[in-house]
């Protein structure tokens, strides 16, 4: 059974940086993602790579301040984010899809980890 593990969320200032970490970059992945949902907010996406390119695509709302990149070696997707802000608390999950196709949206991830709260006070 196929599991993704979050780890790297928490509470932190207007304007500072975190880390988060997904256990998921493994070969039977096409891609993998980072998406995020805030109280009362449907699902949005956030960030994803292409494992056999290395291509990402960054949401507008994040862009210049998020990255995402892989570890092959360890298996990990990371989602550095930096000059975070209060709009950008929510609950993030990596999220993972077997095969080709858009990794933009919510519907088209075969895998789900359970997510990491990330809160950004102002």
């Known amino acids: 059974q196929v599991q993704l593990e979050e780890s790297g969320g928490g509470l932190v200032q207007a304007g500072d940086s975190l880390r988060l970490s997904c256990a998921a970059f493994a070969q039977i992945f096409y891609g993998v993602g980072w998406f995020r949902q805030a109280p009362g907010k449907e699902r949005e996406f956030v960030a994803a790579i292409r494992r056999s390119t290395g291509i990402t695509y960054y949401a507008d709302s994040v862009k210049g301040r998020f990255t995402i990149y892989g570890d092959s070696a360890k298996n990990t997707v990371y989602l550095q984010m930096n000059s975070l802000k209060s709009e950008d608390t929510a609950v993030y999950y990596c999220?993972?899809?077997?095969?080709?196709?858009?990794?933009?949206?919510?519907?088209?991830?075969?895998?789900w980890g359970k997510g990491t709260l990330v809160t950004v006070s102002s």
């Open positions: 999220a993972a899809r077997k095969a080709g196709g858009s990794l933009l949206s919510p519907d088209g991830m075969d895998y």
